[in-house]
């Protein structure tokens, strides 16, 4: 039966197995202790320390091209763009990985823009999202030559528009539309009800694009949306898709409209529990919703474009603990052992923003011990820094051991603080058995470095008098 103190979780089976879906495909146990890509985990904590995030380079590279051979399988002749949603996990040699792959990139900032740009992918092949992109960051995405900016606004079409007629090109856009389609998640994760931030309601699209359209600098390409994140199906996407097709077919009677982006949101195993559909068939059924609506509409299929980001990073990723104290609590209905690991909410704040669930297994060893309730808590000073909120361990799980949490190849790293100014962990990468870093671990004197007060000698404050002794 479940237990009392956690009655979402499955009933104890092997607090040694590694759920398939959840951990890498590569992940297995030599002698009892973890490896991921070839290497054993235990050698890595030894070289590198810990907490670490580690990525298997060979399960990106196979989801990235197993989702897009998905789309353009389903698709076919109409043609499919794959933007692989940088916030999820953007280095230098992941955007490299992606464009090996035959993906584009999709970045929503000027930093994400310089990383892709600095790690040599063609400015032709980024799109630039975002609700509230500076006049700085436009201007630099124009000027570099951005294949596409996703318009949020009214003020955006027209601060894209000025900042293309001073480059002295004609930039394509696209508009993203608040569809109205209410996905099944997270209110945080949901991006296109109606009261939010993003997009411009439907109703509101055709002044805008007879707007954009006047506009001699920009190009209006198609339109996007985006309907959420950690979407199972394909019953959201398609309903999307249906009232995207509906709004695409009128504006298109007064002028070319060759695209549509149907974004991403594609959701991932985080514990046993979860059960997305296989990409292939949320493909196929967005594809038959696609190609059913435009032929009532009368219009082809134009080309479209999704925006996997977790899909693709997020099962590909395990951060690795070292458990520092152990501590039963004794509550009404039963006992729950708080295992306290050397990161937290500073290296993933998922569990924290909105409830997110983590599946964590012993990583060092094996064992044969009875199952425990265990909730593995961070380090940081709040009661809600938690990694783990439910999870079956061995009950000998001990100070020392190596604990690995999967599926955290998405949004950790790049959610990641200095909370308590402790060091953002390494992002390191295996492929074959071998581990190289993608992101160096944080050190102390890089924290000292910003501290612009350590630049003073000590007692002299930012306000202190002046040389010609005025306050």
């Known amino acids: ?32 202790a973890l490896r991921v ?81 600095r790690a040599g992918v063609e400015p032709a092949a980024i799109g630039f999202h975002g609700n509230n992109k500076s006049e700085a960051e436009i201007a630099a995405g124009v ?51 109606e009261d939010q931030k993003f997009g411009v309601p439907l109703d509101e699209a055709p002044a805008l694009v007879a707007r954009i359209r006047e506009l001699p600098s920009l190009e209006l390409v198609g339109l996007h949306t985006h309907i959420g994140s950690q979407i199972f199906d394909a019953d959201g996407f398609a309903e999307s898709a249906r009232r995207m097709l509906a709004l695409h077919a009128s504006l298109g009677a007064d002028g070319q409209l060759p695209e549509l982006n149907l974004g991403g949101g594609f959701g991932i195993a985080y514990t046993a529990a979860d059960s997305p559909e296989p990409i292939e068939a949320i493909a196929a ?99 809600g820094d938690i990694v783990v909120d439910a999870e079956w361990l061995p009950g000998d799980v001990a100070p020392g051991d190596l604990l690995a949490v999967a599926a955290t190849g998405a949004y950790c790293h790049s959610l990641a603080s ?16 071998e581990v190289h870093a993608l992101v160096r671990r944080e050190s102390i004197d890089d924290l000292l470095a910003r501290d612009a007060g350590l630049e003073r000698p000590a007692g002299r404050h930012a306000s202190a008098t002046t040389d010609d002794g005025a306050a």
């Open 285 to 383: 059924g967005l594809a038959d919703a696609v190609r059913t609506a435009a032929d009532e509409l009368g219009i082809p299929v134009p080309r479209i474009a999704i925006e996997p980001g977790r899909w693709i990073v997020g099962p590909a990723g395990i951060t690795v603990y070292t458990v520092g104290t152990v501590k039963p609590v004794r509550l009404g209905e039963g006992t729950r052992t708080y295992v306290s690991v050397d990161g937290g909410m500073g290296d993933n704040p998922r569990p924290a923003l909105y409830g997110a669930q983590y599946s964590a297994r012993i990583a060092s060893r094996s064992s044969d011990a009875e199952p425990a309730l265990v909730r593995v808590a961070g380090r940081h000073c709040e009661s």
């Open 143 to 193: 000027e570099a030559g951005v294949g596409t900016f996703v318009l949020d606004s009214p003020i955006e079409a027209d601060r894209v528009a000025a900042a293309a007629e001073r480059a002295g090109r004609v930039q394509r856009v696209r508009l993203r539309i608040s569809v109205g389609v209410h996905a099944s998640t997270h209110e945080f994760l949901a991006t296109s009800h």
């Open 37 to 117: 890509g070839g290497a054993d985990v235990r050698a890595i904590a030894a070289e590198h320390g810990t907490p670490f995030l580690l990525v298997d380079e060979a399960v990106v590279r196979d989801r990235a091209r197993r989702i897009r051979l998905a789309f353009e399988a389903a698709f076919g002749d109409a043609g499919v763009d794959v933007y692989y949603a940088g916030k999820a996990l953007l280095t230098a040699d992941v955007a490299r990985w992606m464009r090996e792959e035959g993906l584009v990139l999709d970045v929503a900032t000027g930093g994400e823009l310089a990383v892709a740009l």
């Open 418 to 433: 200095n909370y308590n100014l402790a060091p953002r962990p390494p992002v390191l990468a295996v492929r074959d058995g």
């Open 1 to 32: 039966m479940p237990h009392p103190l956690a009655p979402q979780l499955p009933d104890a089976a092997d607090a040694d197995a590694l759920v398939e879906g959840v951990w890498p495909a590569s992940a297995e146990r030599v002698d009892g």
